[in-house]
T-cell receptor, first 113, second 110 residues
Framework: DAGVTQSPTHLIKTRGQHVTLRCSPI?????VSWYQQVLGQGPQFIFQ???????GRGNFPDRFSARQFPNYSSELNVNALLLGDSALYLC????????????FGPGTRLTVT | GQNIDQPTEMTATEGAIVQINCTYQ??????LFWYQQHAGEAPTFLSY????GLEEKGRFSSFLSRSKGYSYLLLKELQMKDSASYLC???????????FGAGTTVTVRA
């Protein structure tokens, strides 16, 4: 079975631009979480969606938004990109709502110049 | 909120044992996770402790003391491929996120 998939793998954008990152969870998983990982740090929670509803939001500005589709795939959108948004963006999927074991995708490396 | 501390770096010799400590302060605890992350790759799940005690999985073991807000990951019979960053993460009740520490970089030397 396929694991969590993310696209694109790498992305280079200019300050002020907009970016959309995509994630497909493990088959059968209904929950998707997004994390930002800056070099040398642990992942920081951005959003979690379960059954297309937002279940949690981290301490990120409103420039960050996300949604989950009926097939449980998800998009993370970031507007008005800043240099500080350069990071590895990780998507994680989990099964039951009450279980926290999360499986990560390979990530999207975003570079903002 | 969560406050999670772990050492920045550790070095050990191939075949040896290394113990990575993690301390946490949390407003509601529902599990302690350990992930392994090789450079440039995504974190991979290693272990999950929700009750006090030791969980063993092959060469890796994880221990939890909820009263002390303390966990450790024990890596035995170290191999070169174990060189990676090890992330401690905490899950909380009614809070679906994982809160991660900054990670401990383990370097295994021949």
């Amino acid at each position: 079975d396929a694991g969590v998939t993310q696209s694109p793998t790498h992305l280079i954008k200019t300050r002020g631009q907009h970016v959309t990152l995509r994630c497909s969870p493990i088959s059968g998983h209904k929950s998707v979480s997004w994390y930002q990982q800056v070099l040398g740090q642990g992942p920081q929670f951005i959003f979690q969606y379960y059954e297309k509803e937002e279940r949690g939001r981290g301490n990120f500005p409103d420039r960050f938004s996300a949604r989950q589709f009926p097939n449980y795939s998800s998009e993370l959108n970031v507007n008005a990109l800043l240099l500080g948004d350069s990071a590895l963006y990780l998507c994680a999927s989990s099964g039951d709502r009450g279980k926290y074991e999360q499986y990560f995708g390979p990530g999207t490396r975003l570079t903002v110049t | 909120g969560q406050n999670i501390d772990q050492p920045t770096e550790m070095t050990a010799t191939e075949g040896a044992i290394v113990q990575i400590n993690c301390t946490y302060q949390t407003s509601g605890f529902n599990g302690l996770f350990w992930y392994q992350q090789h450079a440039g790759e995504a974190p991979t799940f290693l272990s999950y402790n929700v009750l006090d005690g030791l969980e063993e999985k092959g060469r890796f073991s994880s221990f939890l003391s909820r009263s002390k807000g303390y966990s450790y990951l024990l890596l035995k019979e170290l191999q070169m491929k174990d060189s990676a960053s090890y992330l401690c993460a905490v899950g909380a009740f009614n809070d679906y996120k994982l809160s991660f520490g900054a990670g401990t970089t383990v370097t295994v030397r021949a």
